[in-house]
């Protein structure tokens, strides 16, 4: 079992950086991938970012891609995305997620976080 809590986020003007960290629990946390997907108003939640079991691999979507670090720390059980150059339309409420395999993270996440609301004012 894993469980997710997220932090970090708030509201920031455009141009402005935010890092979102997401703590886990759970014996097995080092050997989940770990992603970030978030969830605007009116639309459906969207993939973000995510990282396989050793940090190696990291996968993003095209919306953030250039702007967007995503990162684990094993000792600390913990999964950072850092978020520069951001615009108002990465307003959204984003959750952590972890799943058994990367494939089911792209897809169906195993576990998810209650979620951190990011503000970004033009």
């Known amino acids: 079992q894993v469980q997710l809590v997220e932090s970090g986020g708030g509201l920031v003007q455009a141009g402005g950086s935010l890092r979102l960290s997401c703590a886990a629990s759970?014996?097995?946390?080092?050997?989940?991938?770990m992603g970030w997907f978030r969830q605007a108003p009116g639309k459906e939640r969207e993939f973000v970012a995510a990282i396989n079991w050793s940090g190696g691999t990291t996968l993003y979507a095209d919306s953030v891609k250039g702007r967007v670090t995503i990162s684990r720390d094993k000792a600390k059980n913990t999964v950072y995305l850092q978020m520069n150059s951001l615009k108002p339309e990465d307003t959204a409420v984003y959750y952590c997620a972890a799943a058994l395999s990367y494939e089911r993270l792209l897809r169906t996440p195993d576990y998810w976080g209650q979620g951190t609301q990011v503000t970004v004012s033009s």
């Open positions: 759970g014996r097995t946390f080092s050997t989940y991938p």
